[in-house]
């Protein structure tokens, strides 16, 4: 794992290998964008039913790039409902969900909206939230926190 010396904070690339081990996703690639405040998941067929009183969505997800064959079916409780504006300038209603994330040898819990990625290299975009404070980004790199294995191979 690379640290800097002056912060000691970790330092990531543009692109890394991360885990959600609440979801069942134990490897997927995400783009670290400090441009998104939010972070957001890859979803499709995307449910809400209830436990209790608890709002939750179960929702499929395709967890390897250029495969739409492989999913994987996840549940969460929902945490808000909100509008998002999109790279595009597209604004939509999200679910939003929170798990924790693995990311190097750091877990801690980050929070998710969930929507298509289908047309997107990566099924998840990790967003200046979820890292500020932790880590440093250095677009000239990659996989700077480790590599994974790719799920379900």
Request: glycine share 8%.
């Amino acid at each position: 794992m690379t640290k800097t010396t002056e912060t000691d904070m970790a330092v990531l690339g543009w692109r890394e290998w991360i885990a959600l081990p609440q979801l069942g996703i134990s490897a997927l690639k995400c783009k670290v964008d400090t441009g998104a405040r939010s972070s957001a998941l890859h979803a499709f067929a995307v449910e809400e039913f209830y436990k209790g009183d608890q709002r939750w969505v179960r929702f499929g997800l395709h967890p390897l790039q250029h495969n739409e064959v492989t999913e994987v079916w996840c549940e969460a409780p929902v945490t808000d409902v909100r509008r998002v504006t999109d790279s595009g300038g597209h604004t939509t209603e999200r679910y939003f969900i929170t798990t924790d994330m693995l990311l190097g040898d750091q877990r801690f819990p980050i929070t998710l909206s969930l929507t298509s990625r289908d047309n997107m290299l990566f099924r998840m975009l990790l967003g200046r939230e979820a890292m500020k404070g932790r880590f440093l980004v250095n677009p000239g790199m990659s996989y700077q926190q480790g590599k994974l294995s790719e799920p379900l191979s």
